[in-house]
């Protein structure tokens, strides 16, 4: 049977493998009925590439603006920017059992449920900024890290540390113009060993064999199957989009232990990237799915009926499944289209 949602009020500290076992990620606990989301019926809203947005001041000032009040609320107001946070760590750091599964935690990476629970936790954070500055058309920053023009960190993050989208737990020497490297990680001989043009090439290669390997079958790509009182396995079950993201989050972080922001789950919304690291991790199973007919990755209804809560745009706490996340237009927002630069390389 599908993965249901956790009892909200029995959060427990979590844990990190890299920052200890008695992390506070719980919101604060509301008896409050929980509600099916009602879908919004807004005008489609248009994610754009973040490379391409540096020299766009009108869309950049509204941006800074709706995180700088997201982060100014009240610091136990569930919009808050670091309690917004606390969602990720909530769900990535064992801070919830599942219902009826006492000690086998709700986990939403290294399986199936990665891409769904990311795809919705986005879709709230963004209507939430958007209506924090009264603007329904407001999008998140894709990270275009697929095309050659965006594979170094997007600008507007790192080059004013003043700016609210600014955060300094990272690894600086990652800045722009080093290339972000899909292969890295904090395991000792890591990273593709290439640089300049060549490691550019290297990513594009490692993500169209991704695409080819993993078209005909969609567990390769989404990651294996979780199911209620399964715990997920965090060798093994990530699918291969997932595998990148990782990598991307490492080389962001802190380059030494312990590893933060980006760097660890449990800190990992604290930092702004994170949002446009995911919008394009998300446009990303998009492409896939229109590269498969929109054909639908799993029929298995322990898939499609895994549901999460969240707080939506209007404070109210809702429930939502996996099935009815599986088209960006349900959720009301696309992606703007940007050349595909890995689809032609190689074979
Ligand atoms: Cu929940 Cu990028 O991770």
């Known amino acids: ?50 490379h391409l947005l540096i020299n766009d001041s009108e869309y950049m000032e509204k941006y800074e603006e709706a995180v700088k009040k997201m982060k100014e609320l009240p610091e136990n107001h569930p919009w808050n920017f670091y309690q917004q946070a606390r969602v990720h760590c909530a ?48 999008t998140l920053p894709f990270w275009n890290f697929d095309s050659d023009d965006g594979m170094t960190i997007p ?20 800045y722009s113009p080093a290339i972000v490297d899909y292969k890295y990680s904090y395991d000792s ?25 993993s078209l005909p079958l969609a567990e390769l790509f989404m990651g294996d199957p979780l199911r209620a009182g399964q715990e997920a396995d965090t060798t093994n079950g990530f699918g291969q989009l997932e595998n990148i993201h990782n990598a991307v989050h490492m080389w962001v972080g802190t380059p030494t232990s312990p590893y933060i922001d980006m760097g660890d789950f449990s800190t990992a919304g604290k930092d702004c990237i994170f949002f446009s690291l995911h919008a394009n991790v998300d446009r990303l199973w998009h492409i896939y799915r229109m590269f498969r007919g929109n054909k639908v990755e799993f029929t298995d209804t ?24 599986l088209k960006p237009n349900k959720l009301r927002y696309t992606y703007e289209e940007v050349p595909i630069p890995w689809m032609n390389k190689l074979n």
Not at 302 to 325: G, H, M, S
């Open 302 to 325: 322990d898939w499609l009926d895994t549901t999460f809560i969240f707080y939506d745009e209007n404070e109210q706490v809702v429930r939502v499944k996996v099935r009815d996340c």
């Open 91 to 138: 769900y990535c750091n064992e801070a919830y059992d599942q219902v009826g599964f006492p000690g086998v935690p709700v986990q939403v990476h290294n399986s199936w449920l990665f891409l769904p629970w990311h795809r919705y936790y986005l879709h709230f954070y963004e209507r939430i900024l958007g209506k924090l500055i009264d603007d329904n058309t407001f």
């Open 1 to 50: 049977s599908p993965v249901m949602p956790p009892d909200l009020s029995k959060c427990h500290d979590a844990n990190s493998p890299g920052l200890g076992n008695n992390i506070k990620c719980c919101p604060p606990y509301t008896s409050a009925d929980i509600v099916d989301y009602t879908f919004p019926e807004t005008p489609l809203r248009v994610r754009r590439a973040a």
């Open 155 to 174: 600008e507007f993050f790192t080059n004013d540390t003043s700016s609210p989208l600014y955060n300094a737990n990272r690894d600086t020497s990652h």
């Open 189 to 213: 001989t890591a990273g593709s060993g290439d640089t300049g043009n060549a490691l550019v090439l290297a990513n594009l290669c490692y993500m169209k064999k991704t695409f080819k390997q």
